[in-house]
């Protein structure tokens, strides 16, 4: 099923025929990559009498990517799936777990202004806010159209979306009720870039649909995030941060105020990079407030912000106390072909907790050894650990926080180029 469907793709994009006569080339690339994950409290507070979790999880992904002098068109198609999800022997494939991750076109109109629509991944920055979601096996795309500018270290990109379930002959409402998925988009992103610095700005306006108490569609609330993201050298020491404000409105009956804010500054000497950095989230009072003042990254690869073991803003932590994260990091040359990151993380509620209790929420610690085997194979071992406060409990339902949390995964990527060719000059 999942052979044939890779080659009924692969037979589509060499037969799309004469665009222009201009060179064609196809490149095939494949992204094969295997984890095994040991979780003893991932994501969330161990509960007592439970048993430990193991799996692997695996992706394969096949990327087709064929260009002319003004047409890009590219397709990735993958499978996600879990080690014996689907039993022996059974002819298809039972978890609907083959899906096209990317499908779109981008059209030059001249040199300087592009055209890009389909299923796309829309990364920027460090990925806070828009990212591409690369650590988790089924990535994060958006079906989305852009108009872009390209000049002398300069970019401008403005995008938008719509969303409907399927096509209709009356109604609009969008009932895909995902966490943070949004019936409309609009965005303008602005990027200057010198020799060693660079600044960004971001409007971001994202509209969820509402229903009313008898479940009928009743309007879309907006939620509107901007902000600006920049990196600059101070002599020796590397700068990069961030500040955002949202606005609008949570939801249909409650109105947003809230911020985030990053600073970062690392060092490299002889075969160690140092760095320390701090990132403010906004939150609401546990007890309630009017407004509803909690940050939330959106559509970030947040898996690579405040802590490794997922325990804030990854399908958590939405609309509630916000947090401080502090942190120091510092990235070991281990070999000619190898690195060791030690991380630490120090949590703090950034809004009141119930009760006055006391705002330290835990401390965590991260490792990952890094190591390229060969070329387009590379190997990843992680172990992270949770040192949770009794305050912890009071974000994650309640859950004891003196057991232990810990996580340990080992990765294996294999990414090699397959298929590269000259397709040479169309005929009319």
Same mark, same amino acid.
């Given at each position: ?81 879990? =080690? ?6 059974? /002819?298809? @494939? ?22 890009? #629509? ?75 870039? =010198? ?59 409650? @109105? ?24 403010? #989230?906004?939150? $609401? ?37 916000? #947090? ?29 907790? $119930? ?16 190591? /390229? ?35 340990? =995964? ?19």
């Amino acid at each position: 099923m999942i052979q044939k469907s890779f080659c009924a793709i692969f037979l589509f994009v060499l037969g799309l025929g004469p665009i222009s006569l201009t060179a064609q080339s196809l490149e095939i690339d494949a992204d094969l990559r295997a984890r095994f994950e040991y979780r003893h409290g991932f994501n969330n507070l161990f509960p007592d009498n439970a048993d430990p979790a193991a799996f692997v999880n695996q992706r394969s992904r096949l990327n087709f990517n064929y260009t002319t002098e003004k047409l890009q068109l590219f397709i990735a198609v993958q499978d996600v799936s879990i =080690w014996g999800d689907t039993r022996q022997i059974l /002819a298809v @494939d039972g978890n609907d777990s083959f899906s096209l991750f990317e499908a779109w076109g981008q059209i030059q109109m001249n040199e300087n202004w592009y055209m890009k #629509l389909g299923r796309q991944v829309l990364t920027y920055d460090d990925e806070r806010i828009f990212g591409g979601l690369d650590w988790a096996m089924q990535g994060r795309f958006h079906d989305a159209a852009l108009l872009k500018y390209r000049k002398d270290g300069f970019m401008m990109d403005l995008g938008g979306a719509y969303s409907q379930e399927t096509d209709r002959n009356d109604g609009n409402d969008f009932r895909i009720q995902g966490f943070f998925t949004y019936k409309a988009l609009q965005y303008a992103y602005l990027k200057k870039s =010198w020799e060693k610095s660079s600044a960004s700005f971001l409007f971001l306006n994202t509209g969820f649909q509402d229903f009313d108490v008898n479940d009928v569609a009743d309007g879309v609330s907006y939620r509107h995030t901007t902000g600006t993201y920049f990196k600059f050298p101070i002599k020796i020491i590397n700068v990069t941060g961030s500040l955002y404000y949202q606005f609008g409105k949570a939801n249909a009956t409650t @109105d947003l105020a809230a911020y985030q804010m990053s600073l970062e500054a690392t060092y490299k000497k002889n075969k160690v990079l140092y760095g320390l950095g701090l990132e403010l #989230l906004s939150g $609401t009072d546990q007890d309630g407030a009017a407004k509803n003042n909690s940050f939330f990254p959106l559509y970030g690869t947040n898996h690579k912000f405040n802590g490794f073991m997922d325990y804030f803003y990854v399908g958590n932590h939405a609309n509630t106390v916000g #947090l401080n994260d502090f942190y120091a990091k510092m990235v070991f040359t281990t070999g000619e072909k190898s690195t060791v990151l030690v991380k630490g993380h120090y949590f703090t509620a950034n809004a009141a907790l $119930t009760g006055d209790a006391d705002a330290y929420l835990g401390t965590e610690m991260d490792l990952v050894y890094t190591q /390229a085997l060969m070329k387009n194979v590379n190997l990843n071992v992680g172990y992270s650990h949770m040192f949770a406060s009794e305050s912890m409990s009071l974000i994650k339902g309640g859950r004891p926080h003196d057991n232990t949390n810990n996580w340990g =995964w080992i990765q294996l990527i294999i990414n090699p180029n397959i298929f590269k060719a000259d397709l040479g000059t169309p005929s009319n």
